[in-house]
């Protein structure tokens, strides 16, 4: 089992900053890759940026150049600039588990950014 607890979310005004971070504990070693993903109001569940095995790593478009994902032992970190409002969304930390041939996955509870215009 991995258990997942975000923070850092909050309020921010358009053009601003947030820092999410994500601690992983439980089973930590055997960790595949880590993400954020967001999910606004009435929109599905999309993915924000991935790391995997500690360098591969993926970014939406709508957030490329903005925001930068990072790794470090247990902790998955996303550093957001350059915020607009359609990124207002509730943020949540993912990890998955590759244990021989299953992949087990686990969220976190998600933390709001909200960002005004």
């Known amino acids: 089992q991995v258990h997942l607890v975000e923070s850092g979310g909050g309020l921010v005004q358009a053009g601003g900053s947030l820092r999410l971070s994500c601690a992983a504990s439980?089973?930590?070693?055997?960790?595949?890759?880590m993400g954020w993903y967001r999910q606004a109001p009435g929109k599905q569940r999309e993915l924000v940026a991935t790391i995997t095995g500690g360098v591969r790593i993926n970014y939406a478009d709508s957030v490329k150049g903005r925001f930068t994902i990072s790794r470090d032992k247990n902790m998955v970190y996303l550093q957001m600039n350059s915020l607009k409002p359609e990124d207002t969304a509730v943020y949540v930390c993912n990890a998955d588990r590759r244990i021989l041939t299953t992949t087990y996955e686990y969220w976190g509870q998600g933390t709001q950014v909200t960002v005004s215009s």
């Open positions: 439980g089973s930590i070693f055997s960790i595949n890759a």
